[in-house]
């Protein structure tokens, strides 16, 4: 272990080992409770900032819930954290906006892939580079929510940085903005996938994002009550997919 | 529906999954590995073959070399009813660790391509279908065949990133060789865009002679051909299982 790993992370405020090998990371640290509240032990290890960090065991399985606010800027470090204290597999668990006809409010949506419309990235490594999903975190995600019974898609979706301006409460014509991506099959969009997929895959670490779909953007009402029971759901598809995970030896 | 204008296909000529090598020549060799074949129609650099292998109807169209080629081939086969694009191909490696020679199964690709910049933002992501990618895989461990997953540096210019390059092609490449990137080709990056956009399934095999480390340390030719051989068989008993995933009733 080199010397950079002995302290405590400058954001995520863990150690190696207080983190299991699958971590969850939600945008919305209130999603740590609902984590927490699924497993059979959870203990919170560390909270500083929009970092809120819960580790424990599901039928004798650790996995761990970290959550990263909102945006690629926050989730780029929390990526790099969680991966500097031995972290070998980080799902993000999150909402989005649907733009695709056919996914119903509640359904899950399993990313493949993430355009990289944002700039947390190309920090590290040219716009070239794609933001992809590990494949057998994908497999798992799938399992899961067969297991469970969930109904999921499985597609690419969009990341970027403007919440105001692809959103049903944007700015301007935010339907002319969003064509160009429905026209190239994107599912969804959302704030923080593509700064992990690449985060992970240029360390050999593996990702996946499972997310909620919430009412279409282009719905005149966007009713989004009642998405607690599908979030909770999404929490343990997570959960479920992390013990999948380790039975294929992958944690 | 006319024929396409480069392809020279109606639909009805390809079977649902269509292999797709660049070189014309080696569209034969792969057409040799289908239980029958015959030639539908041949083209400049376009070459189709279609045939059968364990009772499902197979092509194999090859494309040339390059991103613009292959594309107007995948635009012209989407149009005449193939679903799965399997690219069959060669590469030269980044990662000292694969073995020489070595099959590689591409998850993704790096654009580094002009091709796929004209038709979709450069963020869009260049990712192989989950169902190809587990496909390729179960059928490797079948055949006994090892096999490696990862990604593909996909570039236009052979002769500023290949080992025959008077550049210094390992300063060029560095950025991708550090991300852990496995292999420089051509074509991925086209493949797997255009299959996501155009919903079709996309994937590509590659085999590879040697690494850009190691100019002088290739595989024979005797190998390759065993190595494309085995891409072949692979991709073979991929369109089987995807051919069972979509039509189950044919197998009940």
């Known amino acids: 272990m080199d010397g950079e790993t002995l302290h405590r992370q400058h954001h995520i405020d863990c150690l190696p080992g207080e983190v299991a090998p699958t971590a969850l990371i939600p945008g919305d640290p209130g999603r740590v409770q609902v984590f927490a509240d699924l497993m059979d032990e959870a203990w919170k290890v560390a909270h500083k900032r929009e970092y809120l960090t819960y580790t424990g065991k599901k039928d004798g399985v650790p996995v761990s819930c970290t959550s990263c606010g909102i945006g690629p800027s926050p989730t780029a470090i929390g990526v790099e954290e969680l991966i500097r204290v031995g972290t070998k597999n980080i799902i993000r668990i999150g909402t989005c906006g649907v733009i695709q006809p056919d996914i119903k409010p509640g359904d899950m949506i399993i990313a493949t892939a993430a355009v990289r419309g944002e700039r947390a990235t190309e920090e590290f490594i040219s716009v070239d580079y794609p933001a992809n999903a590990d494949y057998r975190v994908v497999r798992a995600l799938i399992d899961a929510c067969e297991k469970l019974n969930l109904p999921y898609h499985l597609g690419i979706i969009r990341t970027h940085d403007a919440f105001y301006l692809e959103s049903p409460w944007a700015h301007g014509d935010y339907k002319a903005r969003l064509q160009k991506w429905i026209d190239l099959n994107v599912l969804a969009v959302e704030n923080e996938s593509s700064a992990l997929f690449v985060v992970s895959s240029m360390q050999g670490v593996r990702a996946g994002t499972i997310l909620v779909a919430g009412a279409n953007i282009f719905e005149e009402k966007q009713d989004n009550t009642d998405m607690e029971p599908h979030i909770r759901n999404m929490v343990l598809a997570g959960i479920t997919a992390a013990q999948l995970l380790q039975e294929r030896g992958l944690a | ?252």
């Open chain 2, 1 to 252: 529906m006319e024929k396409q204008h480069h392809i020279q296909l109606v639909p009805g000529d390809v079977g649902e999954t269509v292999f797709l090598p660049g070189d014309v020549f080696r569209a034969k060799v792969i057409a040799e590995h289908f239980d029958t074949y015959e030639l539908v129609a041949h083209s400049r650099q376009y070459i189709t073959y279609t045939g059968t292998y364990q009772g499902v109807k197979v092509s194999v169209t090859s494309t040339g070399i390059g991103g613009a080629a292959a594309a107007i081939a995948i635009e012209e086969l989407v149009k005449v009813g193939a679903k799965n694009l399997i690219r069959i191909g060669t590469g030269g490696m980044f990662q000292t660790w694969l073995p020489i020679p070595a099959l590689l199964v591409i998850t993704g690709a790096v654009r580094g391509d002009g091709l796929t910049r004209e038709y979709f933002p450069p963020e869009y992501p260049a990712v192989a279908d989950l169902y190809v990618v587990e496909s390729m895989l179960k059928s490797a461990e079948k055949l006994g065949v090892e096999v490696h997953t990862g990604y593909e540096w996909s570039h236009d210019s052979f002769y500023a990133g290949s080992v025959f390059s008077k550049l210094d092609i390992l300063e060029i490449e560095k950025p991708w060789i550090d991300a852990g990137v496995l292999i420089a080709s051509q074509e991925a990056s086209t493949v797997l865009t255009l299959s996501t956009a155009r919903k079709v399934r996309g994937g590509v095999i590659l085999a590879s002679a040697g690494h850009h480390q190691n100019p002088h340390n290739q595989a024979s030719a005797e190998q390759m051909v065993k190595a494309i051989s085995d891409a072949t068989r692979i991709s073979l008993e991929t369109a089987v299982l995807l051919d069972k995933m979509d039509h189950p009733e044919k197998y009940k």
